[in-house]
Each structure stands twice: as C-alpha cells, then as structure tokens.
C-alpha cells in the first residue's frame, strides 16, 4: 500500500522533546564500506544458502560474502 493511501491522522505529532532524542537507525558502521551489487543466482542455490546461513546464525549475505573471501583467498 503506497504512503498516499495511508491515514495518518490519528497518529499525534512529535514534541521537539522526542525529535532532539530520536537517533538514526540501521546498519552500524565498520568502517569498511561495502559495493552493492546485483547478481543472478540459481533460487534453489540461493535457497540452500538461505539455509545454511540460518543454521550458523547469520544474515545469508554476510554469509556468502563469507564463502566468496574464502574461496578468493584459496585461489590467490
């Protein structure tokens, strides 16, 4: 549903009190930027990826970055 279609009247609006403690959220900085890149991968490949990354716990990007520097560094 497009914001355009959403009523938001019933929401009050922020006191400056709330805005000077609001703090950005997202991804926290490592000081290693990252380049986003778009790559076409097989769905039953990203899939078990998807899988393998839930079982150890992380995000199933972390791991494939994980796979590639590893890979990258036998081969080098």
């Avoid at 959403?6 to 380049?35: N, Y």
């Avoid at 079982?55 to 590893?70: A, S, V």
């Amino acid at each position: 549903m497009p914001d355009s279609q959403i009523d938001f009247s019933d929401l009050p609006e922020s006191t400056e009190e709330e805005l000077r403690r609001a703090r950005r959220v997202g991804r926290p900085k490592t000081g290693r930027t990252k380049q986003l890149i778009a790559i076409r991968l097989d769905p039953g490949l990203l899939a078990k990826l998807r899988r393998l990354a839930r079982k150890r716990g992380k995000p199933y990007q972390t791991f494939i970055h994980e796979l590639l520097d590893k890979a990258t560094t036998r081969v080098a």
